[in-house]
């Protein structure tokens, strides 16, 4: 098993930023993907960015291309969410997803809330 725990959600105003963090534990291996997802209320989860193992490849939702920079330190088994010109539709709980051997997200954190006021 994998544990993921997420944080630096908060309130913050329309074009503030953010840096959201998340370390995993638990199971190791020798690959995985590393990536943020993120559910507005009455919506469904939706994708935000991944980073593959070897942190060069990475993929972002047009929502958040250009804004949102995610990254990787696989010393420390961390993904990062840097979040730039938050906007109001920014607002959602983030979660934080490994994804191993498999074409699927196998884990998945508990989530934090990051709020964007207009």
């Known amino acids: 098993q994998v544990q993921l725990v997420e944080s630096g959600g908060g309130l913050v105003q329309a074009g503030g930023s953010l840096r959201l963090s998340c370390a995993a534990s638990?199971?190791?291996?020798?690959?995985?993907?590393m990536g943020w997802f993120r559910q507005a209320p009455g919506k469904e989860r939706e994708f935000v960015a991944a980073a593959y193992w070897s942190g060069i490849r990475t993929y972002y939702a047009d929502s958040v291309k250009g804004r949102f920079t995610i990254s990787r330190d696989n010393a420390k088994s961390a993904v990062y969410l840097q979040m730039d010109s938050l906007k109001p539709e920014d607002t959602a709980i983030y979660f934080c997803a490994v994804r191993v051997g498999s074409v699927v997200w196998n884990y998945w954190g508990q989530g934090t809330q990051v709020t964007v006021s207009s």
């Open positions: 638990g199971r190791t291996y020798s690959n995985y993907d």
